[in-house]
């Protein structure tokens, strides 16, 4: 059995190569080990140049048929909801001035209703490994369907099959992960309203994250110590949610809700990870298998779009399917997006630390950059953007000395933007 293209996960990254790349006429064949998408605090936040993506490929209306919820404003703010640091996406250029907040399955929804006529979706198929012709060039995958093994050849093998990809590491390719030093647990509160913006609080004990969801829900993230609640028994556990709601008065509008569903929650492990190989001859990685961040940024489920994006951007111009052709495509796709990655990666890192760190310089560091970023509208032009992917720019180290107050910046105010003193809403 052969395709122009075995994509292997049927996540946001898998099936969105699916859809750029059998929009080019390809035959793609999409993997994926299980048989229904699971239920996962994940990948909820669509960046502007995410949804200008999506708009790109049709798959706009669906999202807003499944109730995404626009929001044009990231404030981080202070335990009693005073604003420390608000970007306000209204400001960004082109038509994509909001972010829109949308459950996971509800983007995989939106996509699958776009896969063209040349795209093939099985589930419950396990992908063993990459299959390699005498050169060294990935020429298809090995596969248990059914229990029974089979060989599936394709031009060009996408491994979108997550963190631990099997594919990446057939293929010889390494991924270095970096474990942070906390957790975060994810709560899906129902029925209740908060404002429609992305709330970031400051809190002693690090992040709470709160942001609407479709259906009148809401996703609040609360940052822990690893062990913190291992062995906690239901009082133990009501006791620990009184203290996170007492540490953090802005959110006792959720207090009732966030008791009575402290069973329901999820604890995520936070972690980084880049590939320092985006592709081999034959294989391009995508998504969380060439790279993850941390989920404060909202940059994960982003980037994986954008690589599909690229991918099939770049294939079309090497000019077809054909085997040289595709690796032409495969070395141009690794150099495009490990820049931007690397990027990606760096603002995610530098916003998590900002945000996470607890105690002792790092957050004194946190601190100080967020009052002098906050002060110089150009700081905050170029942060908004890098985060929106809308024009991103790299903050160079005179605009770190910025940031940091040991330098002042003549051109904070240049350009149409004036000061403004930043609102006090809170959830």
Same mark, same amino acid.
């Given at each position: ?181 906390? !957790? @975060?647990? +994810?709560?899906? /509160?129902?029925?209740?309203?908060? $404002?429609?913006?992305?709330? &970031?609080?400051? #809190?002693? *004990? ?65 972690? !980084? @990870?880049? +590939?320092?190989? /985006?592709?081999?001859?034959?294989? $391009?990685?995508?998504?969380? &298998?060439?790279? #993850?961040? *941390? ?133």
């Amino acid at each position: 059995m052969s395709y122009d293209v075995v994509v292997c996960g049927a996540g946001v990254g898998g099936l969105a190569s699916a859809r750029a790349l059998g929009a080019l006429g390809l035959t793609v064949l999409v993997l994926d080990r299980q048989k229904a998408p699971a239920e996962v605090a994940k990948g909820e936040l669509l960046q502007p140049e995410s949804v200008r993506i999506l708009d790109d490929w049709g798959a706009l209306p669906a999202l807003r048929t499944g109730g995404a919820v626009p929001v044009d404003r990231l404030a981080i703010r202070d335990p009693g909801g005073r604003v420390l640091l608000g970007l306000d996406y209204r400001a960004l250029p082109g038509a994509y001035r909001e972010i829109l907040c949308t459950g996971y399955s509800n983007v995989l929804h939106a996509l699958a209703g776009t896969l063209g006529k040349t795209v093939e979706v099985r589930r419950g198929v396990l992908v063993e490994k990459a299959v390699r012709d005498p050169t060294g060039r990935v020429t298809g995958v090995r596969v248990i369907d059914g229990g029974r093994p089979e060989e599936i050849c394709a031009r060009l093998v996408v491994a979108a099959d997550g963190l631990s990809s099997r594919l990446r590491r057939s293929a010889g390719l390494p991924g270095v992960r970096r474990d942070y030093d906390h !957790r @975060l647990l +994810a709560f899906d /509160l129902p029925g209740v309203r908060v $404002a429609d913006e992305v709330s &970031a609080y400051r #809190a002693e *004990h690090g992040l709470r994250l709160v942001y609407p969801l479709p259906g009148d829900r809401c996703r609040l993230y609360v940052q822990i110590r690893p062990e913190e609640l291992r062995g906690l028994g239901a009082d133990a556990l009501d006791a620990w949610c009184d203290r996170t709601l007492a540490g953090v008065p802005a959110l006792e509008p959720l207090a009732e809700v966030l008791r009575a569903h402290l069973r329901g929650r999820q604890i995520l492990a936070v972690y !980084r @990870l880049r +590939a320092p190989r /985006l592709s081999t001859p034959g294989l $391009a990685l995508v998504g969380e &298998a060439a790279h #993850a961040v *941390h989920p404060m940024a909202a940059q994960g489920m982003n980037s994986s779009l954008g690589d599909a994006e690229t991918l099939a951007r770049l294939l079309e111009s090497a000019g077809g399917g054909e085997p040289a052709a595709v690796d032409r495509a495969l070395a141009g796709y690794h150099a495009d997006r490990l820049r931007r990655l690397d990027h990606t990666a760096t603002v995610s890192h530098n916003a998590a630390r900002m945000l996470t760190s607890t105690a002792g310089p790092a957050r004194l560091l946190g601190g100080r950059m967020m009052r002098h970023t906050a002060a110089n509208p150009r700081l905050l032009r170029l942060t908004t953007g890098n985060l929106a992917g809308v024009d991103p720019h790299r903050l160079t180290p005179v605009d770190r000395l910025y940031q940091l107050g040991l330098l002042r910046d003549r051109r904070a105010y240049v350009g149409p933007e004036q000061p403004t003193t930043n609102g006090g809403r809170t959830a």
